[in-house]
Each structure stands twice: as C-alpha cells, then as structure tokens.
C-alpha cells in the first residue's frame, strides 16, 4: 500500500479515548525520531501534523479505548484502510483507567457530571480496539515503553514479524536482584501475572506492581489473589488493585469480579 511517488511504508496514527500519553511516548523518541521519520511515509499523525493524508495505510498505531458509538463506526473504517494494526497503551488494549464504568452506573454518571446529560453520547462501556476490529500486535503499557514501539515499528518496515517479550514482572525483579517484596514484607504485588515492558519499577521502590502492563500469558491470576486473601489481604485492598489500568482485561476482570461475588458490597464498601 506503498504511495505511488514514495516507496516508504505509509504510517498511520490514530486517538480514540485516551490521554494521548503513548502517542506522545513516540515524540519522546528525540534521539531516534528522525530516522524513524526518513523510514516511513508519516500519513496521518494529528499529534504531529496538520499534514493528514487518506488511506490506505501500511502501519497503523491506535491508541486509546471505544467508548462512543460513534468511534465504534470510525474504527471500523480505519480498519478497512489498514494494514497492519498496533493497538498501542492499556486504553487500547484493555479499555484504560476509564473501564471503570464497566461496573458503574453510566445514566446516573452522567446526571452527577453533566449538566444536561441529554446531550452526552457515549456507551455505558469502556472496550479494547480488539473488542472491535481484528488487531494484528498488541503493545502494553500505561504509557508504552517507548523501545518496544520503536522496536515495533522498525522491525514492520523492514519486512518481518515483531517478537515482543511475554515473561512476567518477576523474573524483571531477579535479574535487577530486587527482593520480592510480596515474600519479603507481605505487600500484594501483581508481578506474577503482570507482563514485562516496565522493567520492575514499582517493586524496586518498595511498591507492588499494580500490573500496568496487563495480565502476562496464562496468568493464574486465581491462585494469587488467593493466596493474598489466605495470607491476609483484604478485598478492599484487592479489588482497586485488580481494577486499575488494565481491570477491564479478561483475567483481572474475572478475579475482581469473583472478590465481589466472594465478598458482596455493603453500603460502605470497596466497590461503591
């Protein structure tokens, strides 16, 4: 889908609901971002240009989460002029911080923010692109690491199959020789069932992942939020801690979902 006076990969990116964070971790590249700009025909990039040319499109960045019926249409129509599609950041990926309204009461949201709420059109959802369209690789993060969607991008240009790293936040923490800190002094940590890209910031600092990166492959996410709750965590410190930037991913979803059904909410509760 090459244009027809430029033999460069036409690149594409575009916002859905988000803070604009992983578009912005792309303009952070300074030292890289020229060369990635003289491998690439920069298409469509709100962010950066006024320059936005039509589609097709040979690479395409999406960020942020569905939330309005309307770019449940729009993101449809990208992925007709797309070829390949990374959905790039938690919003995209999992539905972002905003799913929290996955288990709110949207009508009522609404009421107490706006106010003449008949005129908000949005869903009483917050969902991942993947929800919607076939996604080709999916980038973590809350914001990305910036190398990986370097790594991403160039290794889409030159003709092969991105490898990006799936090993859990832990074995992060042996090889930076961090003490777990679960083990340790007892703090919840999702390391476990998190997915690298962060390089095991939190535990480093005396904090417990709050899995910002997503559920790791075949995260048993059961057996370690039992094994918080069998060693003393409580589940109003359980559930914020499953529902963050990511709750609305399958297997965090499931876990906090089973806390509440473990644990139903009273009129002061965690979930309120």
Not at 52 to 74: K, Y
Not at 105 to 114: A, D, G, P, S
Not at 144 to 162: C, E, W, Y
Not at 214 to 223: E, L
Request: net charge negative; charged share 20%; hydrophobic share 35%.
């Amino acid at each position: 889908m090459t244009s027809a006076t430029s033999s460069k990969p036409r690149l594409a990116v575009f916002k859905f609901a988000s803070c604009d964070g992983c578009q912005l971790s792309l303009l952070d590249c300074e030292d890289e971002l020229l060369t990635v700009a003289g491998l690439v025909d920069i298409a469509m990039f709100p962010e950066a240009s006024s320059d936005m040319q039509p589609g097709p499109w040979d690479i395409v960045l999406v960020e942020g989460s569905i939330t309005t019926a309307h770019d449940a249409e729009r993101i449809q129509a990208v992925r007709r002029q797309a070829g390949t599609v990374v959905t790039i950041g938690a919003c995209a990926t999992a539905g972002g911080i905003q799913s929290l309204r996955n288990w709110g009461h949207h009508e009522e949201f609404l009421r107490c923010v706006y106010a003449r709420p008949e005129y908000i059109s949005s869903l009483a959802t917050s969902t991942a692109i993947a929800e919607h369209i076939p996604v080709d690789y999916e980038l973590r993060g809350c914001p990305v690491n910036r190398q990986q969607l370097l790594d991403v991008i160039l290794t889409l240009v030159a003709g092969r199959k991105p490898r990006l790293p799936v090993h859990s936040v832990c074995m992060d923490c042996k090889r930076r020789g961090t003490v777990c800190i679960e083990v340790a002094r007892g703090i919840p940590c999702l390391g476990p069932i998190t997915q690298t890209g962060c390089g095991a910031i939190c535990p480093s600092f005396d904090r417990g992942c709050y899995g910002c990166f997503g559920p790791a492959p075949q995260a048993n996410s059961q057996s370690l939020t039992d094994h918080f709750l069998n060693t003393g965590s409580t589940p109003d410190t359980l559930l914020p801690l499953l529902r963050n930037f990511n709750g609305a991913a399958k297997e965090f979803r499931e876990q906090s979902d089973r806390l509440e059904r473990m644990f139903p909410p009273g009129p002061n509760a965690f979930s309120d």
